[in-house]
């Protein structure tokens, strides 16, 4: 069976720790983290299936060290690839932005060639406008964490989350195989 690569940028360890909560949920075993400060185009054409982790900054930024390697994402063939996404931002404080970093990468990812799994409703979540929102859908292009402002139910969203990953992966073992946790 083929592993699952998931590469996120963190610079205040939230993100890191998501992508850390989905590797227990999905299984070490089946899952390799990557900071993506630390990698290079090659690792990511190592895998077939991908997950990627940002954070949305300020006022719509990418988070720095997603920044620096656009570029190089930018150059990726994602043709033939499956990407789920999970982005991290404050739906109160940043509102008019919530998200857009994710919805930034998926664009260039469909522009790739890759094809985006893991689509996320948008219910239960109050803000004005995102990238990452698909127009008319009342779905995001990924899973929608916000650590600021509903931390509190960032576990049960990355244990249903990760079941339906697992399902549009088709992981062996399915959701079946998929751990639940309450952390």
Same mark, same amino acid.
């Given at each position: 069976m083929s592993r699952i690569g998931l590469f996120y940028g963190s610079d205040e360890g939230n993100t890191e720790a998501v992508a850390l909560r989905i590797q227990a949920r999905l299984g070490e075993d089946r899952v390799d983290v990557h900071d993506i400060a630390d990698v290079t185009q090659l690792e990511i054409a190592d895998y077939e299936r991908l997950m990627f982790g940002i954070p949305t900054w300020d006022?719509? %930024?990418? %988070?720095?060290?997603?920044?620096?390697?656009?570029?190089?994402?930018?150059?990726?063939?994602f043709s033939g690839k499956t990407v789920a996404l999970f982005g991290l931002g404050d739906q109160f404080g940043y509102g008019d932005y919530f998200l857009d970093a994710m919805g930034m990468l998926h664009d260039v990812i469909v522009a790739r060639g890759g094809a985006i799994v893991g689509h996320w409703s948008t219910e239960g979540y109050e803000f004005?406008?995102?990238?990452?929102?698909?127009?008319?859908e009342g779905k995001f292009?990924?899973?929608?964490?916000?650590?600021?402002? %509903?931390?509190?139910?960032?576990a049960g969203r990355?244990?249903?989350?990760?079941?339906?990953?697992?399902?549009?992966?088709?992981?062996?073992?399915?959701?079946?195989?998929?751990?639940q946790l309450d952390d």
């Amino acid at each position: 069976m083929s592993r699952i690569g998931l590469f996120y940028g963190s610079d205040e360890g939230n993100t890191e720790a998501v992508a850390l909560r989905i590797q227990a949920r999905l299984g070490e075993d089946r899952v390799d983290v990557h900071d993506i400060a630390d990698v290079t185009q090659l690792e990511i054409a190592d895998y077939e299936r991908l997950m990627f982790g940002i954070p949305t900054w300020d006022f719509g %930024q990418i %988070q720095s060290d997603w920044e620096e390697f656009w570029e190089d994402v930018e150059e990726i063939d994602f043709s033939g690839k499956t990407v789920a996404l999970f982005g991290l931002g404050d739906q109160f404080g940043y509102g008019d932005y919530f998200l857009d970093a994710m919805g930034m990468l998926h664009d260039v990812i469909v522009a790739r060639g890759g094809a985006i799994v893991g689509h996320w409703s948008t219910e239960g979540y109050e803000f004005e406008a995102s990238k990452a929102e698909i127009p008319g859908e009342g779905k995001f292009v990924g899973l929608a964490i916000d650590e600021d402002q %509903q931390e509190e139910m960032t576990a049960g969203r990355l244990n249903r989350w990760c079941r339906q990953i697992a399902e549009e992966f088709g992981l062996e073992g399915g959701a079946d195989g998929v751990g639940q946790l309450d952390d």
